[in-house]
Antibody, heavy 116, light 110 residues
Framework: QVQLVQSGAEVKKPGASVKVSCKAS????????IHWVRQAPGQGLEWMGR????????NYAEKFQGRVTMTRDTSISTAYLELGRLISDDTAVYYC?????????WGQGTLVTVSS | QSALTQPPSASGSPGQSVTISCTGT?????????VSWYQQHPGKAPKLMIY???KRPSGVPDRFSGSKSGNTASLTVSGLQAEDEADYYC??????????FGGGTKLTVL
């Protein structure tokens, strides 16, 4: 069955960077986009961007341009989200999701806490 | 890209129907038939309920239905059940290969 398994919770200081992984199994990794979506405590879902695992091509939400990098390693069917220059407002659960257009499978979420 | 507009809350009694709206622009909801809806229970990942405006994935009850008119999409839950109480989010494909979510609606079953 399709599974997306994310890396564990992180605690970072303001100004630091965080890298979250999303390992895919149960399907051909390069056949679907991987998107990253975050959810701050008590808030809604926010789309951050996507990567095409086949080409490595990316699209980032304007809000995160210059601060976010999405990559992938096809040899281990894993996508990565790196977010830099962290501030307290980046404290959130970060989800990866598989799509063609709609999200039909999600990771379990990774809590990133930014605190001094 | 601004978030799509959803009412913050909606409610209904068991057995009743409730409709949640999702308003965007011609650059997202109105321009593409790629609106999807997600259900999220506390502490859980979202779950796909409707895709491409009105299609239901396997396993989702037919009490859930979707529609769209102009720049506004809607999710209707008929025959409300206690387990339908959750947050619901709409999502749309948007210009320039973007996606955008709605702010979310908390559905309460009275």
């Amino acid at each position: 069955q399709v599974q997306l398994v994310q890396s564990g919770a992180e605690v970072k200081k303001p100004g630091a960077s965080v890298k979250v992984s999303c390992k895919a199994s149960g399907y051909t990794f390069t056949d679907y986009y991987i998107h990253w979506v975050r959810q701050a405590p008590g808030q809604g879902l926010e789309w951050m961007g996507r990567i095409n695992p086949n080409s490595g091509g990316t699209n980032y939400a304007e809000k995160f341009q210059g601060r976010v990098t999405m990559t992938r390693d096809t040899s281990i069917s894993t996508a990565y989200l790196e977010l830099g220059r962290l501030i307290s407002d980046d404290t959130a659960v970060y989800y990866c999701g598989r799509t063609r257009v709609h999200f039909d499978s999600w990771g379990q979420g990774t809590l990133v806490t930014v605190s001094s | 890209q601004s978030a799509l507009t959803q009412p913050p809350s909606a409610s209904g009694s068991p057995g009743q129907s409730v409709t949640i709206s999702c308003t965007g622009t011609s650059s997202d909801v109105g321009g593409y038939n790629y609106v999807s809806w997600y259900q999220q229970h506390p502490g859980k990942a979202p779950k796909l309920m409707i895709y491409e405006v009105n299609k239901r994935p396997s396993g989702v009850p037919d009490r859930f239905s979707g529609s769209k008119s102009g720049n506004t999409a809607s999710l209707t839950v008929s025959g409300l059940q206690a387990e339908d109480e959750a947050d619901y989010y709409c999502n749309s494909y948007a210009d320039n290969n973007n996606l955008v979510f709605g702010g979310g609606t908390k559905l309460t079953v009275l």
